[in-house]
């Protein structure tokens, strides 16, 4: 982390050097470069959050291609699971087992820790503390289909 931050500052002090010596000419041009660069970078997380809904065995299918833009993300989530004592063979079984976008893995992430009034007003993370396989499958699901990842 440190690196990165090191590297921003640098670059933020070479611009407005070069600024200062070009009368500022070089800001248009230098912010251009920026964006472009940027585009670059996380184009395939821009397109991947773009994808379709898809179909259940298609996203589970995906696992096996990696692919930049996109995570593999388990249906029962998996630490909660770990905690309330589901065996590792349940949780990376393949049928739990999805390749989502990554922007909306972490919507989903983050979705499981708010609190929702469809819960009774928990984060469906508390929520799921002691509940079956098949509740926590239900609401993984609906998940995918909420944040557009699954179809319905």
Known sequence: MRNIIVKEVAKHVARLALEDALG???GPI?????????????APYILAYADAPKELE?????VATPAIGYEIHHIVEEG?????GFP???IDAPDN??????????????????????????P???YLRGKDWAERTRVGRDA?????????
Do not use: C
Request: proline letters at 6%; hydrophobic letters at 40%.
């Open 80 to 84: 909660p699971a770990r905690l309330d």
């Open 124 to 126: 469906p993370r508390e």
């Open 24 to 26: 500022g000419a070089a």
């Open 58 to 62: 298609e996203l589970r299918q995906a």
């Open 30 to 42: 230098l912010n251009a470069m920026e964006i472009a660069s940027w585009v670059h970078d996380y």
């Open 88 to 90: 590792t063979s349940s």
């Open 97 to 122: 087992l999805v390749r989502i976008p990554t922007l909306k893995h972490w919507q989903i992430t983050g979705w499981y820790a708010r609190r929702n009034d469809q819960f009774g007003g928990l």
């Open 144 to 152: 995918l289909i909420e944040y557009g990842v699954l179809k319905p």
